[in-house]
């Protein structure tokens, strides 16, 4: 199935500083979801996107649906230890069928 | 309520064994999915269910055999499996609309194939 490209791949960043990732695609979405996954859980919905240009926050999250219904993007800000984990990106057209990023890795130094 | 429930938590089966995973959600969601994960990659989809029907299966092996016997419950039984099945299967509930779904998933189940 088709994967949608996340970038960064990895970032390692210093408590307290905000972060950036992406989530590009060939296709046009109707929504974009994005996830947070600890190791051995189940992905958490973080913020769900419907709308072209549409800016959505969630505490410190902030999440941007593209113009171009291509792509999306998280910030955090003040980044803490609890951040740690891997953030994933879905997008789905229509149906019944969600494409998932490739993630970022994200860690946290105290 | 977005709780979407997994059983076992672990499981550890031999290549002969027959063993089955279970998906519970209480949302009122008509759309269910069974989503493979190896480490660190996102998660791959095998099957979806829509109104309890099988609407898709991502040319999964016959030794995974899905089952979805009311709008709340979905099972994923396995036989025969081999080392490489072993993965996290995590199941995932949304509404059966076109557009604008929001999907939750479950906590997983963590597949050991000896």
């Known amino acids: 199935g088709q994967q949608l490209n996340q970038s960064p791949q990895s970032m390692f960043i210093q408590e307290g500083e905000d972060v950036s990732m992406n989530c590009t695609s060939s296709s046009i979405f109707n929504t974009w979801l994005w996830y947070k996954q600890d190791p051995g859980e189940g992905p958490v919905l973080l913020i769900a996107?419907?709308?072209?240009?549409e800016l959505t926050s969630n505490g410190r999250l902030t999440a941007q649906f593209g113009i171009t219904r291509k792509d999306s993007f998280l910030n955090i800000s003040a980044s803490i230890p609890s951040d740690v984990g891997i953030y994933f990106c879905?997008?789905?057209?229509?149906?019944?069928?969600?494409?998932f990023g490739t993630g970022t890795s994200l860690t946290v130094i105290p | 309520d977005t709780e979407v429930t997994q059983t076992p938590k672990h499981l550890v089966m031999g290549m002969t064994n027959k063993k089955s995973l279970k998906c519970e959600q209480h949302?009122?969601?008509?759309?269910m999915y069974w989503y493979k994960q190896k480490a660190k990659k996102p998660p791959e989809l095998m099957f979806v269910?829509?109104?309890?029907?099988?609407?898709i299966n991502e040319s999964v092996p016959s030794r995974f055999s899905p089952e979805c016997p009311n709008s709340s419950l979905l099972n994923l039984h396995l036989h025969a499996l081999q080392p490489e099945d072993s993965a996290l299967y995590l199941c995932a509930s949304s509404q059966a609309i076109p557009v604008w779904n929001e999907q939750f998933f479950g906590p997983g189940t963590r597949l050991t194939v000896l």
């Open positions: 949302m009122g969601h008509r759309a």
């Open positions: 996107l419907y709308k072209a240009g």
């Open positions: 269910y829509s109104y309890e029907k099988l609407s």
């Open positions: 879905a997008g789905q057209r229509t149906g019944n069928q969600f494409y």
